[in-house]
Antibody, heavy 122, light 110 residues
Framework: EVQLVESGGGLVQPGGSLRLSCAAS????????MTWVRQAPGKGLEWVSA????????YFADSVKGRFTISRDNSKSTLYLQMNSLRAEDTAIYYC???????????????WGQGTTVTVSS | QSVLTQPPSASGTPGQRVTISCSGS????????VNWYQHLPGTAPKLLIY???QRPSGVPDRISGSKSGSSASLAISGLRSEDEADYFC???????????FGGGTKLTVL
């Protein structure tokens, strides 16, 4: 069974850092692009970042560019999101999701995790 | 303000057909395919439609998608109580070089 499990969320002060992880199982991780999507309280889904299957190509929303880094360890089947200089507006449930092939552009997100909650507050 | 525009709400009675629209522009829906997701709060979003009108296995054929120009639509026929959820459209935006989502439509089954 294809499964994605996020972890690493929590309460952090403004300006702080947090690293989210997404453990994948049930598929050949390195073959597929991975994406982070978030949902702030009472808001819709917002695309955050994506990475190609090899990890060589990364993409970021303007709202997080320069503050967030996406990476993956294909030997561990794990996706990461390093979040620095956090702001109150980064408070959200963060979901990781899998694409149908190596390319993170254009294609749908066919499997999602349950999400991990990040709260940025003093 | 989302790049893709959806109505905030829609409703119907059991058995009815409802449609949810998603309006974009020439840099997103006009040139790229559209995907639709169903989301119940507290759960993982679920892919309903990909590549404008394709259903993943397990999604019933009473759910369909279509696209014309820079707009797309999701249709649900034979409405059931379990269809009550939030629905989001999504595509790639070539100008922003990233994915964009609609603001979401809350579907209520009366």
């Amino acid at each position: 069974e294809v499964q994605l499990v996020e972890s690493g969320g929590g309460l952090v002060q403004p300006g702080g850092s947090l690293r989210l992880s997404c453990a994948a199982s049930g598929f050949t991780f390195s073959t597929y692009a991975m994406t982070w999507v978030r949902q702030a309280p009472g808001k819709g889904l917002e695309w955050v970042s994506a990475v190609s299957g090899s990890g060589g190509n990364t993409y970021f929303a303007d709202s997080v560019k320069g503050r967030f880094t996406i990476s993956r360890d294909n030997s561990k089947s794990t996706l990461y999101l390093q979040m620095n200089s956090l702001r109150a507006e980064d408070t959200a449930i963060y979901y990781c999701a899998k694409g149908p092939n190596w390319n993170p552009m254009y294609y749908a997100l066919d499997v999602w995790g349950q999400g991990t909650t990040v709260t940025v507050s003093s | 303000q989302s790049v893709l525009t959806q109505p905030p709400s829609a409703s119907g009675t059991p058995g009815q057909r409802v449609t949810i629209s998603c309006s974009g522009s020439s840099s997103n829906i006009g040139i790229n395919t559209v995907n639709w997701y169903q989301h119940l709060p507290g759960t993982a979003p679920k892919l309903l439609i990909y590549s404008d009108n394709q259903r993943p296995s397990g999604v019933p054929d009473r759910i369909s998608g279509s696209k014309s120009g820079s707009s797309a639509s999701l249709a649900i026929s034979g409405l059931r109580s379990e269809d009550e959820a939030d629905y989001f459209c999504e595509t790639w935006d070539d100008s922003l070089n990233g994915k964009v989502f609609g603001g979401g439509t809350k579907l209520t089954v009366l």
